[in-house]
């Protein structure tokens, strides 16, 4: 239903109550090749050996192309596959611009409501994804590798805002120590900047600095060190308040992003129903006074049917 | 202001009148490294030696992450950066999920306002991209290179429902032949299947065969027969009444998606600026109501405020 983007999940979501959420959302991102899904596979093990019911979600923007890699990031977890607390799906946004962050957020809750303890959520592909799946989680990971030439490039793009925890994977290549100075020279120049939101890091506030973790995710090594550095945030975002800005924020999102979502629908569905719009639109031949008029009707015209509360 | 996403855009726009479009907005697509950039080049040079006035728009999704090859592909393009009838410019969708086709569709009026003959707009990267830009060109060309493997794949994964023209590109690389066979196969099998959408195909009526041109870009070759390719697909649909169908269809796209960009913006303020919205949400954990609310709302409060026409 929420892959279909089915508008009548709402009441189920309701039905499930708002508080499930699984205790511990994380995110793993990284360029392609950097070991995101051998990490996400020994963050697995790890959890179950301490009994953790994990869901990993891989969120793919580009599904009509990369089926091929999809089905790769299967095959590489497939020792979890006969475990019933391991869940495992790749969500593609196929069809359905923007509208994966929503229908992320909705697996999520789902998998809260199933008793999954984590969530992994993993990019796959590079992008817009690294910063919908950044929103999303509670701690992100960044994920590097040595000698691939991307730090740089990397922070001018924007990923120190995002970085709750970097880990330098594949720390056995040559040059792992020196990616690791890079990043924190980096973060120790950007220390030096003024706090880049209120909501990350208030003022005078407890700061959170990412910690850098080395590991070797194909042998296991460094994922205790990664879980570690992730409970760390978690504690961290507890005694500081960040843990409940970061979820109205979430909230804000996620409303706004199903408005759009909705209102989209019903547009295309107006359009298509209503030869009076579609005339006009043919006769102006620019959207603008068609969108207007659609986004100044009356009354609950612009939310699906099927996901119109039950008591008006 | 296109890419600023600036809502009092459409003031603008609706003064250039609404029939400013380029004669032909063509679309390149297919996998990183089949040189989609390359035939790009190669296409304006063709052009211009006809004196028709080119626009190049990268569109990029990802621009977060790849600000790099942006840089690349204007370098590759740098032999027309004097020619005052060449303008090459990458759009990226930074931090505006959904809202790049909308931005792309507008950054093609102005173009045609400013005199461009042809638009041609190039994917960078993977993914979504693909299908957007193929539903805002007349055209796609859909460029492959031998021995990549991917002919069965991209099949697989739906862009024969996109592709108009096939361009086998590097066709002096072994296995070019290969290639140019195993995409004749697939659409002999596609031939057989009932027409995929009657906006496309009709009842009955003509039905455009994609031609498959061979060419090597980075000499020219192949340059020309693209290009009548291209043409002949114009008439084709001028003929058969295509156009009027894409047409009709890309205004209904463009309107919904505007719809759902404002709608989404003017929720994001509310959620902001209304302290009785923002604790609703809170209270329920789950954004329906919150959403419903916003979209039940009356008037034209749903449609950012620069962008209200002046006479209501």
Redesign the interface.
Known sequence: MVEQRDPSV?HL??SL???VRPARVVGLTG?PGTGKSTLADSLVALLRSRDQAVAVIAVD????????AILGDRIRMQRHALDPKVYIRSMG???H??GL?VATREAI?LMGAFGFDWVLLETV????S???VAAIADTTLVVLTPGQGDGV??I????MEIADVFVVNKADLPGAQKTVQEVRSMLSMAALLPPRSAGKAGDGAKTWRPPIVTAIALKGEGTREVMDAVEKHQQFQKSSGEAGQR??AR??D????????????E??RL??TEPAL?SR??R?????????E???R???E??PEA???RDP
């Open positions: 709402r979501l309701e109550g708002g508080t360029a923007p580009n599904s009509p192309f990369t089926g091929g946004a196929r069809g611009m923007g962050s809750r592909g590079v992008g817009q690294e910063l919908e490039q990397m001018k793009a924007g990923i979820a109205e909230l804000k996620e409303a706004a992003d199903l408005v759009g979502e909705w209102a989209r629908a547009a295309r359009l298509d579609s639109l043919l102006d031949r620019v959207p603008y006074a068609a969108a207007e659609i986004l100044t009356q009354g609950r612009l939310v996901a119109r509360s």
